[in-house]
């Protein structure tokens, strides 16, 4: 017997290869489970985003249709808006909530205060919002004007403080 012979038949030998084996059968073993929980979590995530997006288009097409809506409707009033919000919201329940802004010039800003009044909304105010607080209304007062919202659906207790809200005037770029 010569000496390589005699190193493969020695039980040291013999036991390193037999733990050698069980590791190397454990690792792939482990990188077969990898691989697989990978597969599985980039379908799921794949899907997700899939989802996501079709729920995104979707709604964008909705709100697309509601300014549409509002462009060619003209002179509507607010009850006919309501009502084609409520049939849009029947249909995509998780958009929150429809709103409508308009210019108001400083100088229009009390008839058209009166105005909101006397269609229905009592305690109609051009405001702001204390957002460091507890949502407190804020006075408003520019002479730039206001982006104010005049619409919001549905209209409820904790909606109607959004009534009135001035949004920040978009910017013009020179």
């Known amino acids: 017997m010569d000496r ?16 050698l084996g069980a590791l190397i059968s454990l690792f792939l073993a482990f990188q ?3 691989f697989h929980i990978k597969q599985s979590f980039d379908e799921a995530a794949d899907l997700a985003v899939q989802q996501i997006e079709t729920k995104v288009n979707t709604f964008e ?4 249709g509601f300014a549409n809506f509002l462009a060619v409707a003209g002179d509507i009033d607010d009850p006919e808006i309501r009502t084609y919000v409520q049939g849009i919201r ?15 010039e400083h100088a229009e800003r009390s008839r058209f205060e009166q105005a909101m009044v006397e269609k229905g909304y009592p ?3 051009i405001h ?22 005049r619409f919001v659906e549905p ?7 959004v009534l009135g809200l001035v949004l920040p005037v978009p910017q013009t770029s020179s």
Do not use: C, H, M
């Not at 390589?4 to 733990?19: D, G, M």
């Open 123 to 125: 305690d109609f105010l």
């Open 32 to 34: 077969v489970k990898f």
């Open 155 to 161: 209209y409820t207790e904790e909606t109607g403080d």
């Open 128 to 149: 702001g919002f204390d957002y460091d607080d507890k949502r407190l209304l804020t006075q408003v007062d520019t002479e730039q004007g206001y982006y104010s919202i």
């Open 61 to 64: 097409l909705a709100l697309a």
């Open 90 to 104: 029947k249909l995509y329940p998780d958009l929150y909530k429809f709103e409508i802004a308009r210019r108001i």
């Open 4 to 19: 390589s012979e005699q190193v493969i038949n020695t039980p040291f030998f013999a036991r390193q290869l037999w733990w």
